[in-house]
């Protein structure tokens, strides 16, 4: 997994709440056996029409939201069934921040796990960005070692975090990785028997 210490991007905005884990990701492109590929199927039948042209009411087939990477939605983001491919899709789509103000549970431990970066943060405070950046591109800086979100503004925001998770985004550091930080104390009491 890539490290992740900071970053600055363009951002989108969804202004759905409870968008689940088959409208990120359609369960009809979960066939594919690897990690890559599924962003071109993300928010699939949101983002097209049945002719499968761009849907041009859908937020993020907007000229001024199109190549961004970080995802503004809101309530309850990612919930639904336990499907990795959301976050895979996301990523791949070339998201790395998402910030909301709540996340379904297990899409948020996958987030994680896959190197994206979900962020709760007020619900006032995603409502006046998802607001501003609804006609025109916003640009935001996120720091996860300070755990600060600079504004368009430069306004810096600060987030919570979970040390083991911030641990593992910052050192690129999956579960096995994590473990194997332990491999000297794991060796010696394997020695022990």
């Known amino acids: 997994m890539e490290a992740f210490h900071e970053h600055e991007g363009s951002v989108a905005s969804l202004p759905y709440v409870n968008v689940d884990t088959d409208q990120i990701i359609p369960k009809q492109f979960l066939k594919r056996v690897e990690r890559t590929g599924f962003g ?11 002719d499968d042209s761009e849907n041009p009411d859908f937020p993020l087939n907007k000229t001024h939201m199109k190549g961004a990477s970080i995802l503004l939605s809101d309530h309850n983001f990612g919930c639904g069934s336990s499907r990795e491919h959301a976050a895979w ?25 896959n190197g994206l970066l979900p962020l709760r943060m007020p619900e006032e405070t995603v409502q ?6 609804k006609d025109h591109a916003l640009t935001f800086k996120v720091n996860l070692e300070e755990q600060t979100v600079e504004d368009d503004q430069g306004t810096n925001h600060k987030f919570e975090i979970d040390p083991y998770w911030k641990n593992m985004l910052v050192y690129g550091l999956d579960e ?6 332990y491999e000297d104390y794991i060796q010696a009491y394997e020695q022990q028997k």
């Open 40 to 50: 071109q199927f993300l928010f699939f039948n949101w983002r097209f029409l049945d």
């Open 89 to 113: 899709a996301l990523k791949d789509y070339g998201f790395k921040v998402i910030i909301a103000p709540s996340f379904g549970d297990i899409f948020y431990n996958n987030s994680i796990k």
């Open 128 to 133: 006046h960005w998802m607001e501003k950046g």
């Open 176 to 181: 096995i990785g994590v473990t194997l930080q």
